[in-house]
């Protein structure tokens, strides 16, 4: 944690939300208003990744989500597909050693099995370089939906279950999502001015108190993060009671 940084933004450590989950959203509009392919918005998303990430550390975040595919985005032209998968090979190929030096405990949340080997096998080697690392927790949503995780722990629960490996509980079924050891999202920020949850962190975000900014990712920096962490620490968290 880097007490000066806080200082800087006029942030209390005490205060700022534990789990931050992030919509990066209006990478295309940022490119389009630019007249650039909105492929080049997230070439641009990708370096706002690089510094939230870092920013997170600095701030003492104990977690942040990020969405970078939803089960959604396969719809999309193939071109823009095939660059976001690259984009995100990238990442995990340039970063990982300095992720890694950092303390970041990376890892990968969605149905892996519909990404390419290359990708599978990346975030595999991003998880198992990282996994004792005790610093920032980053998460990445990958092929991820929020009704589908709910589901496939579901059926995994009643799977187990009726081979007598578990009896069904509470407890069980939250082993059972991808986010197992997460702990639950404070916060959600999305960005672009869209009023979505978008199928993201549905069972995690139940109680997380809610960000809307009219910014692109692209343009979402250090100090808008700052700002919207600012606007968490105004809150008054009551969790249905008074
Ligand atoms: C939404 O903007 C953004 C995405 C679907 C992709 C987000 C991916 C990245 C920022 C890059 C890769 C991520 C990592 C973690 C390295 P949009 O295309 O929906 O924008 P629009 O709503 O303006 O069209």
Request: charged share 25%; proline share 3%.
């Amino acid at each position: 944690m880097d007490k000066q940084k806080l200082e800087q933004y006029g942030l209390e450590a005490e205060l700022l939300p534990r789990h931050i989950a992030m919509i990066m959203d209006g990478n295309g509009r940022w490119a389009k208003k630019r007249l650039m392919p909105r492929t080049f918005g997230h070439k641009k998303g990708v370096e706002r990744v690089r510094e939230i990430v870092k920013t997170s550390s600095l701030f003492g975040i104990q977690a942040i989500t990020l969405y970078a595919f939803s089960t959604e985005n396969w719809k999309r032209p193939a071109e823009e597909v095939n660059v976001l998968m690259s984009l995100l090979a990238q990442y995990l190929q340039s970063e990982i050693d300095d992720l890694d030096r950092n303390g970041v405990r990376f890892r990968m949340i969605g149905d892996r099995s519909g990404l390419s080997t290359q990708l599978q096998q990346l975030i595999e080697n991003a998880e198992r370089q990282t996994e004792n690392n005790t610093g920032l927790i980053l998460t990445v949503a990958i092929n991820y939906g929020g009704q589908a995780e709910i589901e496939q722990a579901a059926v995994a629960m009643a799977k187990d279950a009726a081979e007598g490996k578990c009896v069904p509980s509470a407890e069980e079924f939250k082993k059972r999502l991808y986010t197992n050891g997460l702990p639950p999202v404070d916060y959600l920020i999305r960005t672009s001015g869209e009023l979505r949850i978008s199928n993201f962190l549905l069972y995690q975000a139940a109680y997380a108190e809610l960000y809307f900014t009219e910014v692109y990712w692209p343009d979402f920096d250090e100090s808008q993060y700052a700002q919207a962490l600012r606007a968490y620490t105004a809150r008054n968290r009551r969790y249905g009671g008074v």
